[in-house]
Structures are given as C-alpha cells and as structure tokens.
T-cell receptor, first 115, second 113 residues
C-alpha cells in the first residue's frame, strides 16, 4: 500500500507568519508531487506542483522536495486569513511505467490563520 | 468554460437503492477519475479511465461501476447503496495523466440512510 502521510493539525499561525506544511511518502519511485488547497465544502484546487529536488517558488508559496528523504513540504509566507483551509499533499505513484495520473492523497492538514 | 461538472450536488439514498453520479468535462481530457472523500480524510481513488472505452479499478472500487462511452462523460454507478458509501464524491480530469494537474468537479455529497 503506497502511503502519503501528513500531520492532520490543526496548524494555527498568526497573520503574516510563515506556515509550514509537511508530507512524507512511501513510494520511492514517485515522480510528481502536488499541493492542493481545499476550502470547507469545496473541491480541491491546485496550488503548486514539483517534480525535481529542491525548491520551487510561486508568489507566497514555496514547495520543497527531497526525494532521498521522501519528503515534500509547502511554505506559505505572509499568511493571510484567506489561506485558512485544508492542504492536501498528493503524489503520482510509480507503476513501472506510467501511473496514468492517478493520485495518492494524504489526509490533509487543516491550517488556520488568525488575525 | 465549465471545466468538470458533476450532478447532482447532494443526494440522500436509502439502503439498497441505486443511483448514477454524472460527470462531464469540456476540456477534451483523455484521463478521468472518480475519488471519494470521507470526513477528515484525503481522497481515495475509486475508478479511472484513460480514454473512451477504457476503465480500470482504483484503490476502493467495491460497490461501484463505471463506463466511458465518450471522452466527455464518465458516470459512476452505485448499486445496492450501503451506509459505508456515505461520502463526498469528486470527479476529476487531466490532459496527459502522469505529472499533470487534475481538475476537480464541485463534488457530490451522498448520504445513505
């Protein structure tokens, strides 16, 4: 069973702080990693994706990938109350070839940004 | 641009009833997926399709069936509904599968009583 693990939280940070969300995965052959944001009662929406080791920045968001440690993280700088949501880590597992875009999700981390 | 459209948004079923959850996408994506999300949990893959006429099981397929007669539509059929199927169901599509973004529909909240 290929697994993706996240700390379910809740993670509470003050407005303007950096929120750090972490995710580990068990399938060493995984190639693609995604962070989705899900507001309560809504569908997941993609924030970031990362394929290569290192950091990838997009505005206030930075994704970090360490394949040797099987670890991916999401940093949110200058956190805003509107960032309050559940953040889902998702991984394209390896399948000896292509996984056809199937995603394995973590259970999600609830983030609360308080004014 | 509608993206991925799911109907209905909400449904209550009695134990043993059947229903079909509809999913349609207008992005000409080959890859389509059905996930379910239980409270406080991540999404689990039920079935997926890589093109019209081609479907395969995901992680939790028992109690469900799918078909893919066209590129646009990917309905999910529940036969003999059980309380364990109470969940939120999301349909998604992607353009190239591996390594590409999946776009999600707005979800169907199903309660089996």
């Amino acid at each position: 069973q290929k697994e993706v693990e996240q700390n379910s939280g809740p993670l509470s940070v003050p407005e303007g702080a950096i929120a750090s969300l972490n995710c580990t995965y068990s399938d060493r052959g995984s190639q693609s990693f995604f962070w989705y944001r899900q507001y309560s009662g809504k569908s997941p929406e993609l924030i970031m994706f990362i394929y290569s080791n290192g950091d990838k920045e997009d505005g206030r968001f930075t994704a970090q990938l360490n394949k040797a440690s099987q670890y991916v993280s999401l940093l949110i700088r200058d956190s805003q109350p509107s960032d309050s949501a559940t953040y889902l880590c998702a991984v394209n597992p390896s399948a000896g070839g292509t996984s056809y875009g199937k995603l394995t999700f973590g259970q999600g981390t609830i983030l609360t940004v308080h004014p | 641009n509608a993206g991925v459209t799911q109907t209905p948004k909400f449904r209550i079923l009695k134990i043993g009833q059947s229903m079909t959850l509809q999913c349609a996408q207008d992005m000409n994506h080959n890859y389509m997926y059905w996930y379910r999300q239980d409270p406080g949990m991540g999404l689990k893959l039920i079935y997926y399709s890589v093109g019209a006429g081609i479907t395969d099981k995901g992680e939790v397929p028992n109690g469900y069936n799918v078909s893919r007669s066209t590129t646009e539509d990917f309905p999910l059929r529940l036969e003999l509904a059980a309380p364990s199927q109470t969940s939120v169901y999301f349909c998604a599509s992607s353009s190239r599968g591996q390594g590409t973004e999946a776009f999600f529909g707005q979800g169907t909240r199903l309660t089996v009583v």
